[in-house]
């Protein structure tokens, strides 16, 4: 559970950076928890378009999760506001400073990542070529990519997480208590943003997933973002680095 200082200060960081609209969305599902498009719509009594542009606002930056779960008969959509990887936000400077110190050579590739939020890798490599001041030598896409997977297999970044996975809190509560009829260990409980985040989560190899030598953006072969690697969206992965950087 959030308190009300934590609220206070994750509505403010978002209000700094992305304005008062997207902070007011975001301060309503740190409030009230995971709630459906149409429910966020009659808490603020803002017109849908504008909270819906600002739940993919949030989305981009990794500060809320989207998740579908059945209600009734029908299935639903729902966002849950990730409150630590709001906090992070603060830290970005000094992640900046570490990746500085470690990788010097990405260090353009992570502010890309950290100001734009998820990103392909084609419109990293974009990003980066428009950085070079006129008159220098633009680097080649090879050394780009070469210089995108050190960060990747330090784990500094990672694949985006699953869209918008299925989660059934029934189910998870009919497995959690079958679990106790065992003799207990030391079960942690999960609270329902961290089932919810787990189960978005990509397992290993393909969190961490290098782009191979030679790949073209998979956009253009392959539709489904989670089938491809050069074409999937690249976000900073904040809860291990960040906490790294803080050592």
Do not use: W
């Not at 966020?40 to 993919?56: A, C, E, F």
């Not at 497995?175 to 397992?203: D, F, G, H, I, M």
Request: charged share 25%; glycine share 6%.
């Amino acid at each position: 559970m959030v308190s009300q200082h934590g609220i206070l200060l994750a509505a403010g960081l978002i209000s700094d950076h992305f304005g008062p609209l997207v902070a007011k969305v975001c301060d309503c599902l740190l409030r009230h928890g995971a709630l459906q498009l149409t429910e966020i719509v009659r808490r603020l009594k803002l017109p849908q378009g504008q909270v819906k542009n600002s739940l993919l606002v949030l989305i981009q930056h990794n500060c809320v999760q989207a998740f579908s779960s059945p209600r009734g008969d029908r299935t639903i959509t729902l966002y849950l506001a990730i409150f630590d990887n709001v906090l992070h936000r603060l830290r970005f400077s000094k992640f900046i400073s570490v990746i500085r110190a470690a990788i010097p050579e990405s260090e353009t590739l992570i502010e890309g990542l950290l100001q734009n939020g998820r990103l392909t890798f084609d419109q990293l490599v974009g990003r980066t070529i428009s950085k070079v001041p006129e008159g220098t030598i633009r680097p080649a896409r090879e050394e780009i990519r070469m210089n995108f997977n050190k960060l990747v297999y330090a784990r500094y970044v990672e694949r985006c997480p699953k869209a918008e996975p299925y989660f059934n809190p029934q189910e998870d509560e009919q497995s959690t208590a079958a679990r106790r009829r065992v003799p207990k260990t030391a079960e942690e409980v999960l609270s329902l943003k961290q089932k919810v985040v787990n189960t978005a989560t990509l397992s290993d190899p393909e969190r961490f997933s290098e782009i191979p030598y030679g790949m073209e953006d998979a956009s253009k072969t392959n539709d489904c973002p989670h089938n491809a690697v050069a074409g999937a969206k690249i976000s900073v992965y904040l809860c291990i680095c960040m906490n790294g950087a803080a050592e």
